[in-house]
């Protein structure tokens, strides 16, 4: 059978185009996508490469679909489930994956970068990747939970405790949604975004009040913005590095006086959990943290290349494709 796909031959180019859909491992299901969302770090695979693509590849990791065909040996999953994919693959036995952060095991496999993912009409995965949508939950808010995966991390990661102040630098779609996870746990969220478009949806600021936070969380690629944040904290306050920034421009000075008599703390957050998933369709199912007003654009897939100048230009929000 063939398939409708997007396709990454070379860095900075990719073609729509038709390839064999492959049966399903023992372990394995096949689904049939329903929607997946495009974020940055689509533009950038396509665009200038990344650190974990291997070419050829069908990018795509936030992934919505129905199960339509399941390996030999699959339980517990049915045909016709509506499931939300987590893009890892994990080997369950190294010191990471037992210690309950898979996201960091040595031979992660992840979809859309390493095996191929949602940019299609059909996408083959791990059977335990796979994680149910809760009945009533539309495929358009379930696809929103692996960004908001990734930012539960990253608030796990800080510590993050009713009643604290939590600072965001950026509100697209991950700074956005950080915000919203972090009221969800009854902290107190101020969001910094000099964009004015995009801060309307959490009523940020231009610039950082004249305030400290316990926590800070640098959700934009700027160097100036980590900087900033540094600054802000309170004592034992701490920085979660959550968004990388390009290799020419990633050394900071910092003062480690600075830590060492305030007792701060800068941690880094990188991708998610599968239990991060768990939670994240528990909160979009409950309306916890709400999504709807974040989708700015739905395009067919074979509107990619418009779909990528939106992110490029940050003229969007959220960009839902559909095969």
Not at 53 to 82: F, M, N
Not at 157 to 175: D, H, K, N, S
Not at 243 to 267: C, K, R
């Amino acid at each position: 059978m063939q398939m409708k796909c997007v396709q990454v031959l070379e860095i900075g180019k990719f073609q729509l185009t038709k390839v064999a859909l492959r049966k399903p491992l023992d372990h394995e299901v096949v689904i049939k996508v329903s929607v997946t969302g495009l974020c940055r770090t689509d533009l950038k695979l396509i665009r200038v490469g990344h650190r974990d693509l291997v070419l050829p590849r069908i990018p795509g990791e936030e992934v919505v679909g129905t199960v339509c065909e399941t390996g030999s040996a699959v339980a517990g999953i049915q045909t016709g489930d509506l499931v939300y994919v987590y893009p890892g693959s994990w080997c369950e036995s190294c010191s990471a994956c037992t210690n309950g952060s898979e996201n960091l095991c040595r031979e992660m496999e992840i979809m859309g970068f390493h095996r191929d993912g949602g940019f299609a009409e059909y996408v083959v995965v791990p059977s335990k990747s796979v994680i149910p949508v809760p009945m009533g939950l539309d495929p358009d808010k379930a696809v929103f939970a692996e960004p908001l995966s990734c930012c539960l991390n990253a608030l796990e990661l800080a510590g993050i405790r009713e009643g604290m102040t939590v600072g965001i630098w950026g509100a697209g779609p991950a700074g956005t949604l950080l915000s919203r996870a972090a009221a969800a746990m009854d902290a107190h969220p101020v969001s910094i975004e000099p964009d004015q478009r995009r801060r309307g949806l959490i009523k940020g600021y231009a610039s950082s009040p004249d305030r400290r936070y316990d926590i800070c969380v640098v959700a934009v690629g700027s160097k100036q913005a980590y900087q900033e944040a540094i600054q802000k904290l309170k004592p034992r306050g701490r920085l979660v590095v959550f968004s990388g920034l390009s290799p020419a421009d990633d050394l900071l000075e910092i003062s480690f006086n600075q830590l060492h008599y305030l007792e701060q703390t800068i941690v880094g957050a990188y991708g998610c959990c599968y239990r991060h998933g768990v939670q994240a369709l528990d909160l979009l199912s409950s309306n916890a943290v709400s999504v709807v007003d974040m989708i700015s654009h739905r395009k067919p897939l074979a509107d990619l290349k418009t779909a990528l100048e939106l992110v490029e230009h940050r003229k969007g929000m959220k960009i839902l494709l559909y095969p």
